[in-house]
């Protein structure tokens, strides 16, 4: 087991680990027990009832979040035509198509998010031993396919998140930053938990959620009391 730093110790020492707490007071604790020196992120983790080797349980999606993530994502549009002037418009970073599938090939890599008409997936699709492991491969149950492509840099740029459940059936989700308002962080937890919890899918029995924690970066894991949002 990899040793502890003594921030660490002392950042675990004020959580009960026994407890869930409400919500909002996992998440003011979370704040409380980060101590990274830059402004670290706060996720949130699930450990849901899933066997992500079915495919209606491979849960993936996008939300956007009511008071954004902290971070503006750089977008990489990539479509041809009248389309471009579209997301040009809208806040794309960078728009175009041949000659940026070309530099992504070569480790091109300054972006976060990739946006792509559905025209242009058959071109997209020949990079996907590139872009799938990075998760950068635009997908349209995120909204990353798609011809209403100003929308969707719009909702990028203003915070949106992608979920995806992993081989273990949990879900990690940023919620926002340690220096965000502890209201603001919640109202986007609260966000995320209805989204994730609408989307549980109907060959699911028993319980859903199994497990539900709140960490800032290198930070502690705090239980969160979910039921009343289950």
Same mark, same amino acid.
């Given at each position: 087991?990899?040793?502890?730093?003594?921030?660490?110790?002392?950042? =675990?020492?004020?959580?009960d680990?026994?407890?869930?707490?409400?919500?909002?007071?996992?998440?003011?604790?979370?704040?409380e027990? #980060?101590?990274?020196?830059?402004?670290?992120?706060?996720?949130?983790?699930?450990?849901?009832?899933?066997?992500?080797?079915?495919?209606?349980?491979?849960?993936?999606?996008?939300?956007?979040?009511p008071?954004?993530?902290g971070?503006? #994502?750089?977008?990489?549009?990539?479509?041809?035509g009248?389309?471009?002037?579209?997301?040009?418009?809208?806040?794309?970073d960078?728009?175009?198509?041949?000659?940026?599938?070309?530099?992504?090939k070569?480790?091109w890599?300054?972006?976060d998010?990739?946006?792509?008409?559905?025209?242009?997936?058959?071109?997209?699709?020949?990079?996907?031993?590139? =872009?799938?492991?990075?998760?950068?491969?635009?997908?349209?149950?995120?909204?990353?396919?798609?011809?209403?492509?100003?929308?969707?840099?719009?909702?990028?740029?203003?915070?949106k998140?992608?979920?995806?459940?992993?081989?273990?059936?949990?879900?990690?989700?940023?919620?926002?930053?340690?220096?965000?308002?502890?209201?603001?962080?919640y109202?986007?937890?609260?966000?995320?938990?209805?989204?994730?919890?609408?989307?549980?899918?109907?060959?699911?029995?028993g319980?859903?959620?199994?497990?539900?924690t709140?960490?800032?970066?290198?930070?502690?894991?705090i239980?969160?009391?979910f039921?009343?949002?289950?």
């Amino acid at each position: 087991m990899a040793k502890r730093s003594k921030k660490y110790l002392e950042a =675990l020492n004020k959580v009960d680990r026994q407890k869930r707490y409400p919500l909002l007071d996992a998440i003011k604790l979370a704040q409380e027990t #980060s101590y990274t020196k830059f402004d670290g992120t706060v996720e949130m983790s699930f450990r849901l009832n899933l066997d992500p080797r079915k495919a209606e349980q491979n849960l993936r999606g996008a939300i956007v979040l009511p008071h954004g993530t902290g971070k503006v #994502s750089r977008v990489l549009v990539i479509t041809k035509g009248e389309k471009v002037k579209e997301a040009e418009e809208a806040g794309a970073d960078y728009v175009g198509d041949v000659e940026y599938l070309e530099k992504i090939k070569q480790g091109w890599f300054e972006f976060d998010v990739i946006v792509a008409t559905p025209d242009m997936m058959g071109e997209l699709g020949k990079l996907g031993r590139i =872009l799938g492991p990075k998760g950068l491969m635009p997908n349209p149950k995120t909204g990353t396919v798609t011809l209403d492509v100003a929308k969707a840099v719009k909702e990028i740029k203003a915070g949106k998140v992608e979920y995806r459940v992993d081989k273990a059936g949990n879900i990690h989700v940023t919620i926002g930053k340690v220096s965000f308002d502890a209201q603001h962080l919640y109202e986007n937890a609260v966000e995320i938990i209805n989204t994730i919890v609408r989307a549980r899918p109907s060959t699911v029995k028993g319980l859903f959620v199994k497990n539900l924690t709140v960490a800032s970066t290198m930070g502690p894991g705090i239980k969160v009391a979910f039921e009343s949002f289950v």
